[in-house]
């Protein structure tokens, strides 16, 4: 069994409440914290942890942290990004679901290493049930001197919200989070300045992942040691993975960073082989937005490595042969799956998701989405798939926030490694729709 | 003070200006397009990218290059920085791709569009865009919708610029103007289509770089070109009062803001100015309004703008000019 710090405590009876938490040790790490530590020296122990953002970017969280301005008299932020709405991606849910507590521990503990006095959760407006189980663990941390005025008598006060989004992709993008925790439109800033710089309220201001934060709680009890020693290279520690689509047991993971694929995918203690004994097609290692791989590059590098659940390991290859870690959202693809309409799938999500600001992912989602349909729909021509290509060159990289990139990475890699679907598509229509008989009813 | 080189040509500019600002000291030649920045209007840009450049140089301090391009009206210079422009082939594809985006949902109606002769949509397609479309997909359609008595929203041809958002938010009172909607479904509104009751809400349409917002007072009145501007002023209690009056023969069919070289206005007016003065008698008439020599406008007259002077500009070198892939 593979060594746990989230879920560890997962299956404990009770856990969902304050009592069973604190018996087995919970808060710990505030105490530690603000009765033994500086803020800089969490800071500190972060950067030795190696710990990096589990919403997507991996960006090392200690440098974030310390890139943090500190202006006198003004107020500093942190914020939980919540609003975990990648297609694929489902831990943040089962962790506030399951152990609400481990979030509102790291928020604390976090909050005080940024001086932060106001801390806000973000979340998906979807995960509404969610947001009554985090308001009954704040509760229970106010009432039991975790949070509020003086806590632990240290002198250090932190007030903790929970904000519900209306439910928009978009908002997870950490500005347009912002934007939207102050009660405007959804939309991203335009960056520079960058959240730690002028965030919220024009404030200082941290905003990270769910998982992130969590992580914070063990690093904070055991240090950032303890915590490197896990995982593998850059990759510390360990990570949260949704698994879904054609697997024995789909569901949230916590592996520890660097076991090959091939074991998540196969091995009894994690997906548990492909459903009713049919062969691996394809995956989505990291949520709906990176490149899908197929079985024989997922499996293995490009140099005939296996490949490992890692930031290094999944990116291996750059996006000719590999693909990212992303937010771990794990979408495995048997031998029937049809490429061409999971595509279509995905288009459909980011043009539905697009902002709309600013004009390459504005127009160029909604004109993807068109000839996905006109394609899936035996009108598409070879024109087409090359036009496919086209837009979402001209989407990447050109627009304000990633979403853009996100809407072009899932085409550009269905077509660089399953370019043959498509033309089997365009050309002979008809006896594709037969194998998918189900799918095209449903469209129609 | 920061040194920046444009396309060859190099620029000593004040900390803090924008690449955008700084390529139109020099001028023309190496200015990029801009269809939601616009000067007067704060925090304007980012928004529509066509005036994405390539930073071959960060500063004289970190001379790495920017990974990706950037959008000049909101980029700042630093010392040392190189940009190219015109000179950059991924930046003149990029802006051809970004044309593209734009029109695949405009309606191409300029022969009925009151802003045909001076759209910005118009002179950026034909200077970066490509004689064939790519699509034949149905286009975006919106009802029109009046905004008060005087002003039509025609969403329909719209490009999302968000500039009359901001000009509503910056120099009208309590709010009632904004985006609705997501994606390529978000639209310009007024929530309920409320008119905006506002003495300076004309100016809205002064900013349109499209004909979104056109003035029903002036609506198929007649092509531009046929109309002659000519410098007014009047003694207004709300505004400068200064305005350039369109004129077709003795009648003054509209009153507009002044615009500069780049189609900005350069200062706003009320709607009593815009809307309501439309005998000579209400004005001083000064002089010929300049307009540049590339617009058809002109096509009847006058004289050009002059460069400005206070900046040293200094030629480097002469970089080949990419050609357009069409
Ligand atoms: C379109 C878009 C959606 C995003 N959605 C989420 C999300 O739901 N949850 C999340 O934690 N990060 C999301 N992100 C990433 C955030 O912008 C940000 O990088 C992250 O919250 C930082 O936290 P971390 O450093 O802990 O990963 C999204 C980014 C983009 C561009
Ligand atoms: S990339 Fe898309 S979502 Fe992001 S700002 Fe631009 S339009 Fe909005
Ligand atoms: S003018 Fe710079 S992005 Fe529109």
Same mark, same amino acid.
């Given at each position: 069994m593979g060594r746990k710090i989230l879920?560890?405590?997962?299956?404990?009876?009770?856990?969902?409440?304050y009592e069973t938490y604190r018996r087995i040790g919970g808060y710990a790490s505030v105490e530690k914290a603000v009765k033994t530590m500086t803020p800089d020296a969490i800071v500190e122990e972060v950067k030795k942890s190696g710990l990096r953002g589990r919403?997507?970017?991996?960006?090392p969280t200690g440098m974030k942290w310390s890139f943090l301005a500190k202006p006198e008299g003004v107020n500093r932020y942190l914020v939980c990004n919540?609003?975990?709405?990648?297609?694929?991606?489902f831990k943040d849910r089962y962790l506030m679901e399951k152990i609400p507590h481990l979030l509102i521990e790291g928020m604390i503990t976090s909050s005080f290493a940024l001086g932060a006095h106001t801390s806000y959760i973000y979340i998906r407006g979807e995960y509404f049930y969610i947001v009554n189980i985090l308001e009954k663990a704040i509760e229970e941390a106010y009432a039991n001197g975790?949070?509020?005025?003086?806590i632990l008598g240290t002198g250090y006060d932190l007030d903790l919200y929970v904000h519900v989004g #209306? @439910?928009?992709?978009?908002?997870?993008?950490e500005t347009a989070l912002l934007e939207s925790l102050e009660g405007k439109r959804g939309n991203p800033r335009i960056k520079p300045p960058f959240p730690a710089i002028k965030?919220?309220?024009g404030c200082p201001t941290v905003v990270n992942n769910v998982e992130t934060i969590a992580s914070v709680v063990s690093i904070v009890n055991d240090g950032g040691d303890a915590y490197a020693a896990l995982g593998i290279g850059r990759s510390t520690g360990t990570k949260l993975i949704s698994a879904s689509g054609h697997i024995n047991k789909p569901g949230v993971y916590e592996i520890e960073m660097g076991i090959t694929v091939e074991d998540f995918i196969y091995s009894d203690e994690y997906c548990g082989g492909i459903l009713n004994g049919k062969k691996l097609k394809a995956v989505v #290692? @990291?949520?709906?937005?990176v490149p899908i791989l197929p079985a024989e590059l997922i499996l293995k590098t490009a140099n005939g490595e296996k490949r490992l659940m890692s930031y290094e390991g999944l990116s291996d290859g750059g996006f000719a042969t590999g693909t990212m870690l992303g937010s771990g959202g794990f979408i495995v693809m048997d031998e029937t799956t049809n490429i061409v309409q999971n595509l279509y799938t995905f288009a459909r999500f980011y043009h539905h998701e697009s902002?709309?600001?600013?004009?390459p992912c504005r127009e160029g989602t909604a004109w993807m989405e068109k000839i996905m349909h006109k394609i899936l729909h035996?009108?598409?021509?070879l024109a087409d798939v090359d036009l496919l290509w086209e837009i979402q060159s001209k989407i990447e990289g050109n627009t304000i926030c990633p979403l853009g990139d996100a809407a072009a990475w899932p085409v550009a890699s269905a077509i660089r490694h399953f370019r043959s679907e498509f033309e089997e598509y365009v050309k002979n229509p008809e006896s594709i729709k037969e194998v998918n008989h189900l799918y095209n009813t449903q469209l129609a | 003070m920061a040194k920046v080189t444009i396309d060859g040509i190099e620029i000593e500019v004040p900390e803090g200006t924008t690449i955008l600002q700084a390529a139109r000291l020099i001028g023309p030649e190496v200015a990029p397009p801009a269809m939601?920045?616009?000067?007067?209007?704060?925090?304007?840009?980012?928004?529509?990218?066509?005036?994405l450049v390539e930073?071959?140089?960060?500063?004289?301090?970190d001379p790495r290059p920017m990974p990706k391009l950037v959008p000049s009206c909101r980029t700042t210079v630093m010392d040392g920085m190189e940009v190219s422009n015109f000179t950059s082939k991924k930046v003149v594809d990029a802006r051809k791709s970004i044309v593209e985006f734009l029109l695949?949902?405009?309606?191409?109606d300029c022969p009925i569009?009151?802003?045909?002769?001076?759209c910005h949509l118009q002179d950026l397609s034909y200077e970066n865009?490509?004689?064939?479309?790519?699509t034949d997909f149905e286009r975006r359609t919106f009802n029109k919708i009046d905004i008060g008595n005087n002003i039509q929203l025609?969403?329909?041809?719209?490009?999302?610029?968000y500039r009359c958002v901001k000009v509503a938010e910056q120099i009208?009172?309590?709010?009632?103007h904004g985006v609705i909607n997501r994606?390529?479904?978000?639209e310009i509104s007024?929530?309920?289509?409320?008119?905006?009751?506002?003495?300076?809400?004309?100016n809205v349409i002064d900013v349109c770089?499209?004909?979104?917002?056109?003035?029903k007072t002036f609506r198929?009145?007649?092509?531009?070109?046929f109309t002659k501007p000519m410098q007014a002023h009047r003694d207004c209690d709300k505004c400068s009062g200064k305005v350039n009056l369109w004129y077709k023969g003795e009648e003054v069919l509209r009153g507009t803001g002044r615009k500069d070289?780049?189609?900005?206005?350069e200062e706003f007016i009320c709607n009593t100015c815009r809307f309501?003065?439309?005998?000579?008698?209400d004005w001083v008439v000064e002089k010929p309004a300049s307009i540049s020599?590339?617009?058809?406008?002109s096509a009847n007259h006058y004289e050009v703008f002059t460069k400005p002077t206070e900046f040293k500009i200094n030629i480097v070198k002469t970089l080949p000019i990419e050609e357009k892939t069409n």
């Open positions: 879920l560890k405590h997962i299956n404990e009876p009770g856990i969902q409440g919403g997507g970017a991996g960006f919540a609003d975990e709405s990648e297609p694929g991606t975790w949070l509020g005025k003086n #209306a @439910g928009a992709y978009i908002c997870g993008e965030g919220l309220w #290692a @990291g949520g709906s937005s902002c709309g600001q600013c004009s035996g009108h598409g021509t | 939601c920045y616009h000067s007067k209007v704060k925090t304007s840009g980012g928004y529509c990218r066509t005036c930073v071959s140089k960060g500063s004289e301090k695949i949902n405009h309606p191409l569009c009151d802003q045909a002769g001076e865009g490509s004689a064939k479309t790519r025609h969403m329909t041809r719209c490009i999302l610029c009208t009172d309590g709010r009632v994606g390529d479904h978000a007024t929530y309920v289509a409320q008119a905006i009751d506002n003495d300076f809400s004309g770089p499209v004909g979104a917002l056109t003035d198929f009145k007649s092509r531009v070109w070289q780049w189609g900005e206005i309501d003065k439309k005998k000579t008698s020599h590339q617009s058809v406008i």
